[in-house]
């Protein structure tokens, strides 16, 4: 048999993509789908030649919500790592950036490609030599998700991690990550209206799937929530009969800490994970290593102040230095990347752009898509009322008087990688109909909804464009037209956007690195 490589593998993970037709159906059958969630991906599981109590090995730190639950999981990681050297920690996230195998960390680090391969195949071998046993997986292997989800269960046993941090992919009651019968420690953190779909619009509907994570015998961490969320959740944790429920407010001591994610939003998630942490080493680290910890938890240790300042999660508010070298130019390209995409984090996002700092007058660009069935023009008028409120705050207005949109030009393009329609392999996607790459219809409907908030914006100045290299050809001939003025570039609203332009305008060095 000829060496199946990484490459091999992606090929075969894009194989179990659900397409835009099959995701019209899964939105539609909403609930009735969900119950068969878990039992699928309990049967799934055993046929790898796992029951969910092995996952009890793993050591797991649980994290869901709907804002944060990355940038939460990237501080837990990192104080661990710092708090006990001697660990091997395991980090579980989705989506990734530019490669597939960001999803599975090893003591910080992308798990490699030969071992991405491997663990890939083994989960494939598995389920391709094994049949269905209680027809509750009505497939032979999972979609995307699970499927990833399953290869790094297999990973972090396989390499005999000391703990994990398992982010939800999306809710939590019917997540395939919540099959882990008794981890350490559960943490929701700040909770909206985000998806739409089989999780409905309503807080307390959401607070219901997001508190689903909660287990009997484990400690239940929340941030503090709006009232009616925070009912539901106390609800579930006594329901579902977890150890304790805390409702854990800002740690003072943080404010006197230079975080390594930036925004003010980032307090609470570090709040969070500060408790999530502490609670699986009480439980599982040895009174050798127990000196790590202050017998308060408002008086951080030094190894927690170390893990929470070196704490890094590429693409959440993130700045980061072109580091391109064009001679005889003075002037630089600053990106500003920031996936958020729901109505909250894009405030939070606009919370930590629009501030005081930024060198005065340079060239501003936004580059922005959401997927299909997001609310585009409410997510548009939200960055465009956080940068008001937010300038006006520090006393900028006059920055509104010379050009009342901030920005002097905006990109809406699709998440198509390339300019001859096509995807790097590790960001194909198969969500975007025909129609939407044809027509582009979610990006013009983004362009006038644009040109309507703001009458006074240059309508040349708005492009609707079919990919990422296209936006990227824009930004370049504007560095160009303005060789001695800096240009600043805003991305949001999609992580896979964000991941796109760091591949297109390679800024992975830069960007992924871990300084």
Known sequence: MSTRTYRDAIEKLNSLQSNAATLDTVRAAGSQRSEFAIPEMIEYLDRIGYSPKDLNRLNVVHVTGTKGKGSTCAF?????????????????????????????RVNGDPVSEEDFAKFFFDVWDRLEGSASKHLNARRSKPFYFKFVTLVAYHT??????????????????????????????????????DHVGVLGNTLPKIAWHKGGIYKEGVPAFTVEQPVEALEVLKERAETLKASTFTVLPHLPELANIKLGLKGAHQL??????????????????????????????????????????NARWPGRCQQVVDPRRIPDRSSKTTWF??????????RALGEWHFSPGKRPQPVRILIFNCTSGRSGPVFLETILSTMTSNLARHHNDHVLEFNPAYFDHVIFCTNVTYADGHFKGDLTSLAMSDTEKHTLAPQRELGNEWSKLVP????????????????????????????????????????????????????????????
């Open 268 to 309: 609470q998630n570090a709040s969070l994970a500060v408790h999530l942490a502490q609670a699986l080493l009480l439980a599982k680290s040895p009174a050798s290593d127990i000196h790590h910890l202050s017998s308060s938890p408002f008086r951080l240790s030094d190894t927690f102040i170390a893990g929470l300042e």
């Open 156 to 193: 972090f046993l396989s390499l005999g991690v000391d703990a994990t941090i398992l982010e939800v992919g999306v809710g939590g009651a019917y997540d395939s990550t919540n099959v882990v019968p008794k981890p350490i420690a559960t943490g929701v953190t700040s909770l909206g209206l």
């Open 456 to 515: 006074s914006f240059p309508s040349q100045n708005v492009h609707v464009l079919p990919s990422i290299e296209h936006a990227l050809r824009i930004v370049r001939g504007l560095e160009e037209a303005h060789t001695g003025t800096d240009v600043q570039v805003l991305v949001a609203g999609s992580l896979h956007l964000v991941g796109g332009v760091i591949e297109v305008a390679g800024l992975a060095e830069v960007a992924l690195g871990s300084g």
């Open 76 to 104: 837990t990681d990192s104080i661990l790592r710092h708090a006990v050297p001697s660990w091997k920690v395991g980090l579980y996230t989705s989506p990734h950036l530019i490669a597939v195998r960001e999803r599975i």
């Open 337 to 346: 990347l920031d996936g958020a995409h729901t109505v909250e984090s894009l």
